[in-house]
């Protein structure tokens, strides 16, 4: 049941409607709201239209600095609908499935839609997962070994590094929004602790329950009586205020130092004070479009929507996202959103581009009040109205007010929150870019950053290596992962890891023989995707369950594949080395082997200077660069096998394997690599 995403739920619960030859409708938010005893405030949007029903709790408690145990709110929230004290997490999940019924958890919220004549269960279901929840030791680490995936692969992706540090220094490390989760805070956490948190923080009276279809409010207000009535909670609970980091005194370039990526990611922004029901929050929402218009045609601007300034109940911010970007990109799109802050500030927006800008806010309006979770959606502005203790008839002039908005108006907010002089600009990438950008900062320098947030002095990536040569490299690593000799004695290999993909468990096996042999294979699950058979002389490939042509090209990769230890080769046939240079790789002094096979491919490869490990190898691959990045190293039978390996540069998220066995010796029979029919 954890599958019903919010994605799902999103698409079930909207309903679309043309906007082409239509004026823009905004017909109000109508709803009643009432509060139980015990403090739960209830709004309820009657939709005659609608045949199904759709519920969402918002615990709504106070900003909470989780330190030690960052990551406990997450866990608690996830684990909520997976078991409680009346049933089951089976249970639950049957409930779910006769009921039709979506659940999606995100935030502070549970989300529940099913049919209408399933309100009752719907109801009943919800109040027994925020009443009665169960924090088992199971589950719990089955949520925890999800977040430890995420952090892990987040490690190796610029866009989540420098996502975390533009966090931290935007609002600051000791604020809620600036503390990153790390893998010894998550190991923190237990049954205990989670179940500490929700007693403290889970309470009827900061939460509300929003229910929206075909039904009327005194039957809600029975059903909601009937299953929420008896949520109590004992106790006092104390709200903290957090102030964010102050802004800088100019611009600041901050960057977070990743060796030898083939891209980067750049964060532009800061905090501001801007929180929902403010006099200026529709103003600055077509700020927003037009800050996204005068970037759209940037070349570099590949994505939709990189321009974010978000209202929030304690602090606000503006950020400017472009996503991933070649490093010579760089010095242009800082350049370019740094110029558009500031002529957005200091010049009247022109009519072209404010009646662009009010047609697109237009039609986001008349679009988001049919939907019912998204915040914009009748039920998010009715939520809001109660929440921030709002007019109840606040939203009722927006079009109106969005029409009669001037070039004056826009100027008059720009200058208020658009700060190009004061901003952070946050760079994820390999910091031999940084010398090119210091002309951006402030101060005059970069301040750089490991990946845990801790600012750090420059990496010296000038190591020496004049004494270094390649065949001392290899010899090394050879002598490092078990001798010579114990390699030469393999003759065949059996290896296999999984990683999880959003599709489901991505398995992937090998297997050489004699250095001539090779056989490949890729699962999802049960489904197979790629199968690779090769002889040394010929070859088949399977894509499922259609063979593909195989190449003359493509068996030369397969003879490289099947080759068990391929640095055993590098001294002696046809291998061409040479030692490009040192750095520091996590930390770690490496050595740079740039290698190139009797078939011309190249690649570079990292070994750590200190132990002789390979830890990275970086190749390119029909035109993209894959990275993968090697670590746990264990001994089988005497010989050193990552255990580890994250690839980079395959998708858009990195993948991490994990070996399930390494097999040595085994007498695979020929006839596995037999191509014949």
């Avoid at 042509?549 to 594949?561: A, M």
């Avoid at 740039?594 to 390979?614: F, I, W």
């Amino acid at each position: 049941m954890r599958l019903y995403n919010y994605v799902l739920l999103l698409l079930f619960c909207c309903s679309a409607h043309s906007l082409w030859g239509q004026e823009p409708v905004f017909t109000g938010v109508n709803f009643t709201d009432f509060k139980l005893e015990n403090g739960l405030r209830v709004i309820v949007l009657n939709d005659t239209t609608r045949e199904d029903f759709s519920a969402n709790l918002l615990v709504d408690y106070p900003l909470v600095l989780e330190g030690e145990h960052k990551g406990v709110s997450t866990l608690v929230t996830q684990l909520l609908g997976t078991a409680t004290q009346l049933h089951s997490k089976a249970e639950i999940d049957s409930l779910l499935l006769s009921a039709n019924c979506f659940l999606s958890v995100r935030g502070k919220e549970i989300l529940m839609n099913a049919p209408l004549e399933k309100r009752e269960e719907v109801l009943s279901l919800l109040a027994e997962f925020v009443q009665y929840p169960t924090f088992s030791a199971q589950e719990l680490a089955q949520q925890k070994a999800a977040l430890k995936r995420r952090i892990e692969a987040a490690d190796h992706s610029v866009i989540d590094q420098s996502t975390q540090l533009a966090d931290q220094l935007f609002f600051g490390a000791d604020h809620p929004y600036g503390e990153k989760m790390s893998l010894e805070n998550l190991a923190n956490v237990s049954p205990e602790i989670c179940q500490g948190f929700y007693k403290k923080y889970y309470r009827p009276v900061v939460s509300y329950l929003v229910v929206v279809g075909n039904v009327q409010a005194r039957e809600i207000r029975f059903l909601v009586e009937k299953y929420f009535g008896s949520w109590q909670v004992s106790g006092a609970m104390f709200a903290a205020f957090y102030n964010p980091a102050p802004l800088p005194l100019s611009t600041r370039l901050s960057l977070v130092n990743i060796p030898a990526a083939p891209v980067l990611s750049l964060d532009i922004g800061y905090a501001i004070p801007l929180r929902p029901g403010t006099e200026d929050e529709l103003t600055v929402a077509l700020l927003e479009e037009l800050l996204e218009d005068e970037l759209s045609h940037a070349p570099w601007n590949e994505y939709p929507n990189i321009v974010s300034i978000v209202t929030d109940p304690h602090v606000g911010a503006l950020r400017v996202q472009p996503g991933v970007l070649q490093p010579e990109m760089a010095e242009v799109a800082i350049r370019d959103v740094l110029d558009a802050l500031s002529k957005l500030r200091n010049q009247l927006v022109d009519q072209g581009a404010l009646a662009r800008a009010k047609e697109k806010l237009l039609s986001q309006y008349t679009t988001y009040q049919n939907l019912l979770v998204h915040k914009e959606g009748r039920a998010g502005k009715a939520l809001s109205i109660v929440r921030f203790k709002l007019p109840r008839n606040y939203y009722d002039n927006d079009l109106q007010r969005i029409n009669e908005m001037t070039s004056a108006d826009i100027l008059e907010v720009a200058r208020e929150y658009l700060l190009p002089g004061r901003a952070h600009i946050v760079i994820a990438g390999d910091q031999a870019i940084a010398p090119s950008l210091t002309r951006f900062a402030g101060d005059g320098k970069v301040h750089y950053y490991t990946r845990e947030g801790k600012e750090i002095e420059a990496m010296d990536v000038q190591l020496v290596t004049e004494n270094i040569t390649a065949e001392g490299v290899v010899e090394k690593f050879l002598a490092a992962i078990g001798g010579r000799s114990r390699l030469a004695a393999v003759k065949d290999l059996t290896w296999e890891a999984t990683t999880k993909i959003q599709e489901g468990t991505l398995t992937m096996t090998k297997i050489k023989k004699n250095d001539e042999m090779f056989f490949g294979q890729l699962r999802i699950d049960d489904l197979n995707v790629l199968k690779i058979i090769s002889d040394g002389r010929s070859a088949r490939v399977f894509q499922g369950n259609k063979e593909k042509e195989t190449t003359e090209e493509e068996l030369d990769k397969f003879r490289t594949y099947a080759v068990i230890f391929p640095q055993l080769k590098y001294l002696d046939q046809g291998y061409q080395l040479k030692v490009v240079g040192s750095a520091v790789l996590n930390q770690r002094n490496v050595h740079i082997l740039e290698v190139t096979t009797p078939t011309g491919k190249s690649s570079s490869q990292y070994y750590d200077a200190n132990n002789g490990l390979l830890v990275r190898w970086v190749s390119e691959e029909d035109g993209k660069t894959d990275i993968w990045d090697y670590s746990d190293y264990r001994a089988v039978e005497g010989i050193k096998f990552p255990y580890q390996s994250i690839l980079t540069g395959l998708a858009e998220e990195s993948w991490l394997y994990r070996v399930k066995n390494i097999k040595l010796n085994q007498g695979i029979p020929d006839d596995l690599f037999n191509v014949e029919d």
